[in-house]
T-cell receptor, first 110, second 114 residues
């Protein structure tokens, strides 16, 4: 069965800190990996990763995929209180559906 | 450019009643996915539909749950004879193409069963 593990489960840091969120997966037919940010509403799309070793960047957020290690990381630099959310990792195993991890709950203290 | 729309945003039902959740995909998207998020749990896939077809319903409970995506109108997730365990947030996502494409999520419907 396809499996997704995110770590840490929760993280509390001060504003301005840099954080790294991890996602590892066990896969049968990997196609891509997506990162979402979920506040008190819909998951908001952040990144889609398909190629290993190529960093995707959007402002203070960046992400990279390591197909050899079956993992991905999401980095957030110079964190702000608005970054407080649950960050979800969702590999697509080529069967049309996303398999979500339980997420990392990030809390930024002013 | 409207995103994925879901209604109602909140729905309260008593045990045994029916719940109907609606999802209108983003303009031009013909692929719709339903996910359920139980309290303190991650999102779990339920069903994947294209217009007038159910493509994958492997995550849908075998009884009481059904989904459709008619040629005209929104996708509907229907839960008959609701029970307390059905209380959850139900999210709909849509994509332009299928498996290789990004899924964009709606705001969800929070179902509470009394």
């Amino acid at each position: 069965e396809d499996k997704v593990v995110q770590s840490p489960l929760s993280l509390v840091v001060h504003e301005g800190d840099t954080v790294t969120l991890n996602c590892s997966y066990e896969v049968t037919n990997f196609r891509s990996l997506l990162w979402y940010k979920q506040e008190k509403k819909a998951p908001t799309f952040l990144f889609m990763l398909t190629s290993s070793g190529i960093e995707k960047k959007s402002g203070r957020l960046s992400s990279i995929l390591d197909k050899k290690e079956l993992s991905s990381i999401l980095n957030i630099t110079a964190t702000q209180t608005g970054d407080s959310a649950i960050y979800l990792c969702a590999p697509n195993f080529g069967n049309e559906k996303l398999t979500f991890g339980t997420g990392t709950r990030l809390t930024i203290i002013p | 450019n409207a995103g994925v729309m879901q209604n109602p945003r909140h729905l309260v039902r008593r045990r045994g009643q029916e719940a109907r959740l609606r999802c209108s995909p983003m303009k031009g998207h013909s692929h719709v996915y339903w996910y359920r998020q139980l309290p303190e749990e991650g999102l779990k896939f339920m069903v994947y539909l294209q217009k007038e077809n159910i493509i994958d319903e492997s995550g849908m409970p075998k009884e009481r749950f059904s989904a459709e995506f008619p040629k005209e109108g929104p996708s509907i997730l229907r839960i008959q004879q609701v029970v307390r365990g059905d209380s959850a947030a139900y999210f709909c996502a849509s994509s332009l193409q299928g498996a290789a494409d990004t899924q964009y999520f709606g705001p969800g419907t929070r179902l509470t069963v009394l």
